[in-house]
């Protein structure tokens, strides 16, 4: 299997090659790929408390993922949200996104956390114990379900 090591950084912990690298995955993917027409870079990279998770290889980062911290729970207790979930496409299919929220896991289990999938992988985040809550919604044109999961 090729290479796996997650590498986990704050925002000033990031070299430009880092942030271009993980950027460049995820317009790839956002933008190009799946045609999403909204806002990208929401200045919530930039927090102290927001933690960036990824793989990367010799083509760069191969998936990504982000943890934000709210002060306030946005839904019950969660102030934890994941988030800009992403897998480059010639790297999907070997479970890279399931380490990176088995990582979050085992750093954050204990803590209640909220996430907005794309509706079709909602079943990998439920195997991680998170559930549906509320109605389907389209976000970008994407069919999206909200996703709570309480802390251990």
């Known amino acids: 299997m090729p290479e796996c090591s ?9 070299t430009l090659e880092e942030l271009y690298s993980v950027l460049k995955l ?4 956002f933008f190009v790929e799946q ?6 870079l929401d200045n919530r990279d930039q927090e102290a408390t927001t933690e960036h998770l990824w793989i990367a290889d010799a083509s760069g980062a191969a998936a ?14 969660a102030r934890h949200i994941v988030g800009r979930v992403v897998v480059r496409a010639d790297r999907r ?3 890279l996104a399931q380490l990176l ?7 954050h289990g204990h ?27 389209i976000e970008a044109g994407i069919p999206h379900i909200s996703m709570y999961r309480a802390g251990r």
Do not use: C, N
Request: net charge negative; proline share 1%; no cysteine.
């Open 26 to 29: 995820r317009t790839d993917v």
């Open 6 to 14: 997650i590498v986990q950084k704050s925002w000033s912990q990031l």
């Open 111 to 137: 803590e209640s956390m909220l996430l907005h999938a794309q509706e079709y992988i909602a079943p990998l985040y439920a195997k991680f114990g998170f559930e549906s809550f509320g109605e389907q919604y």
């Open 64 to 77: 990504y993922l982000r943890v934000l911290v709210d002060a306030e729970a946005t839904y019950l207790d």
């Open 35 to 40: 045609r999403i027409d909204e806002e990208e």
């Open 101 to 107: 929220v088995a990582r979050v896991m085992e750093q």
């Open 93 to 95: 299919g070997e479970g």
